[in-house]
């Protein structure tokens, strides 16, 4: 799932940890970074050879990102876990509804050759789409509050940093998931290490979830070939709203 929809799987990981093992938000959140790692590194790999993710927009957003998940750790601290489920709950419900009532809006750069002027390749089609990418400051600084969730939830940031690329920056769909799954192992990465230095990371828990997690990101990159833009929207939504409904049962102490 996190390589397909560039999430990082932190979705999943989060909600089985503390649903079916019984741990805190907050060892969760820890241990689901280390897994977020492996996936990106598993499926960020194929995408790069792919010429799919936009190498150059990662590493622009992924500056204030990094300072939004460094924050994320110190203030994750001072919040209680069921607010801290409420929060990944509630930050889902938004990605969803957005996806699900904002058209895709792609730039199409016609004469454009500026920096901001990008193409990937659509296995699909079988060529090279161009885009240009708009609100490019605007969509740095939304993406410090994606780190901040991200380290703070364990999410990973993915699901609100492709709303934003796709959404607010026109970045077409499968790009956007491309670059988020090169972006989130940088953040998991910060805020991993973080938990780690303070002792809140399970090794038992974080291997097996990092084994997985890489094992899962080689299969979500092949399915990917075989998805359009339009289908990986709406199945994005629906895993989003499923995920967080079964937080928000947790939270009022259904499980």
Do not use: W
């Not at 977020?36 to 050879?49: E, L, P």
């Not at 969509?139 to 410090?144: K, Q």
Request: glycine letters at 12%.
């Amino acid at each position: 799932m996190g390589a397909l929809f560039g999430i990082g799987g932190g979705m999943i990981i989060v909600p089985m940890l503390i649903i079916f093992y019984g741990l805190t938000a907050k060892d969760a959140a820890a241990i689901s970074l280390v897994g977020i790692v492996a996936t990106s590194v598993g499926a960020s790999a194929v995408y790069v050879k792919k010429r799919i993710s936009n190498i150059r927009l990662g590493l622009y957003l992924e500056i204030t990102t990094v300072i939004g998940a460094i924050a994320g750790v110190a203030v994750a601290t001072y919040i209680s876990d069921t607010a801290l489920t409420v929060m990944f709950s509630l930050v889902m419900i938004y990605s969803g509804t957005r996806m699900i009532f904002n058209p895709e809006l792609v730039v199409e750069p016609g004469e454009c050759s500026g920096k901001y002027c990008f193409t990937y390749y659509d296995e699909i089609q079988k060529k090279d789409l161009g885009y240009e990418i708009q609100n490019v400051k605007s969509g740095a600084a939304m993406c410090t509050v994606a780190g901040l969730v991200a380290s703070m939830t364990g999410l990973g940031g993915g699901a609100i940093k492709v709303p934003i690329m796709n959404l607010h920056m026109h970045v077409p769909m499968k790009a956007a998931t491309a670059t988020s799954n090169y972006m989130i192992g940088i953040t998991a990465f910060t805020g991993a290490v973080l938990y780690f230095a303070m002792g809140d990371i399970s090794l038992v828990f974080a291997g097996a979830v990092a084994v997985g997690g890489f094992l899962g990101s080689m299969a979500g990159t092949k399915i990917t070939s075989y998805v359009n833009g339009k289908s990986l929207r709406r199945y994005f939504s629906v895993l989003i709203f499923f995920i967080a409904a079964i937080m928000m049962m947790d939270a009022g102490g259904f499980f």
